[in-house]
């Protein structure tokens, strides 16, 4: 009896052992399977979800099994988790190797892996479907609108909501009234990226870049400007300003930012824009 329940111990010690191992190769780059001999890694892989094995341990083996494109085996461990942050994730991850993004998406949300949310949205809009992409950022939008310790993650969706709302303008005729709504809608997002956090720079000109697409040269203006006193040692607001003043007809005001612009980042793909637009 004694050798039994010695054991029982030593395989139960091997096992969180085991789990203790494998978290820590789960934070490295790479599988962690790599940090265990061959033949352990795959009998662990082998063993059958339904054993009384540590959480740590199973969240590890259903996040290997994803890896090794098993969703069936990972699925079986997943469901053996207790609720929890790790759970919600894995059944994201799952979602998506079953290409149900909207489902992956809702997942991340309510783990808060705002990261793998985004992601999930940049994926669809990287494989063309922007309204897909459109729609899953703005069931984002709506979740974190409801949490006031989300301001920067509202912020940060509201961007990326401009940037696809841009994205779908592009593929419109220009002239058209659609094409005019999607980008007065960019322009909404932006405005109110900029009003949760009005001292990105990175929002501000967005903000400003829009405006001159639709021809608010006096809005465009005062957002460039905003930009500037953010970042004083930032190129691309001044860059801004010369196109708006070029814009207007001013060439000298134009050339003057211009100027001013290129001493600070001269290679900057919005200095050597205007650089183009005035004539060198």
Same mark, same amino acid.
């Given at each position: 009896?004694?050798?039994?329940?010695?054991?029982?111990?030593?395989?139960?010690?091997?096992?969180?052992?085991?789990?203790?191992?494998?978290?820590?190769?789960?934070?490295?780059?790479?599988?962690?399977?790599?940090?265990?001999?061959?033949?352990?890694?795959?009998?662990?892989?082998?063993?059958?979800?339904?054993?009384?094995?540590?959480?740590?341990?199973?969240?590890?083996?259903?996040?290997?099994?994803?890896?090794?494109?098993?969703?069936?085996?990972?699925?079986?461990?997943?469901?053996?988790?207790?609720?929890?942050?790790?759970?919600?994730?894995?059944?994201?991850?799952?979602?998506?190797?079953?290409?149900?993004?909207?489902?992956?998406?809702?997942?991340?949300?309510?783990?808060?892996?705002?990261?793998?949310?985004?992601?999930?949205?940049?994926?669809?809009?990287?494989?063309?479907?922007?309204?897909?992409?459109?729609?899953?950022?703005?069931?984002?939008?709506?979740?974190?609108?409801?949490?006031?310790?989300?301001?920067?993650?509202?912020?940060?969706?509201?961007?990326?909501?401009?940037?696809?709302?841009?994205?779908?303008?592009?593929?419109?005729?220009?002239?058209? @009234?659609?094409? &005019?709504?999607?980008?007065?809608? +960019?322009?909404?997002?932006?405005? $109110? !990226?900029? %009003? =949760? *956090? #009005?001292? /990105?720079?990175?929002?501000?000109?967005?903000?400003?870049?829009?405006?001159?697409?639709?021809?608010?040269?006096?809005?465009?203006?005062?957002?460039?400007?905003?930009?500037?006193?953010?970042?004083?040692?930032?190129?691309?607001?001044?860059?801004?300003?010369?196109?708006? @003043?070029?814009? &207007?007809?001013?060439?000298?005001? +134009?050339?003057?930012?211009?100027? $001013? !612009?290129? %001493? =600070? *980042? #001269?290679? /900057?793909?919005?200095?050597?824009?205007?650089?183009?637009?005035?004539?060198?």
């Amino acid at each position: 009896m004694v050798c039994i329940v010695a054991a029982l111990v030593a395989a139960l010690g091997f096992v969180q052992g085991l789990a203790s191992v494998a978290l820590r190769g789960d934070a490295l780059p790479g599988s962690w399977v790599r940090l265990v001999p061959a033949p352990l890694a795959a009998r662990v892989d082998a063993l059958d979800p339904a054993l009384p094995l540590p959480e740590a341990l199973r969240i590890v083996l259903a996040r290997h099994d994803l890896e090794r494109g098993d969703a069936a085996l990972a699925a079986r461990n997943v469901a053996r988790l207790s609720p929890s942050r790790d759970r919600l994730v894995l059944e994201g991850l799952l979602a998506e190797a079953r290409h149900e993004p909207a489902a992956a998406v809702a997942d991340y949300l309510a783990a808060g892996d705002l990261g793998r949310v985004q992601a999930a949205i940049d994926g669809l809009a990287a494989r063309g479907d922007l309204a897909g992409a459109l729609a899953l950022e703005r069931a984002a939008i709506a979740r974190l609108s409801g949490d006031r310790t989300q301001a920067d993650a509202l912020a940060e969706a509201q961007f990326r909501l401009g940037e696809l709302l841009q994205a779908r303008a592009y593929r419109l005729r220009p002239g058209t @009234a659609a094409f &005019r709504a999607a980008e007065e809608s +960019a322009l909404e997002a932006y405005l $109110r !990226a900029t %009003a =949760l *956090a #009005p001292l /990105s720079l990175r929002y501000l000109l967005a903000l400003g870049n829009q405006q001159l697409n639709l021809a608010q040269i006096g809005a465009a203006e005062r957002s460039f400007a905003r930009a500037r006193d953010v970042d004083p040692t930032s190129a691309e607001p001044l860059a801004g300003l010369a196109d708006a @003043a070029l814009r &207007r007809g001013e060439r000298g005001a +134009a050339r003057a930012y211009l100027e $001013r !612009a290129r %001493a =600070l *980042a #001269p290679s /900057s793909p919005a200095v050597l824009r205007v650089q183009r637009r005035l004539g060198g």
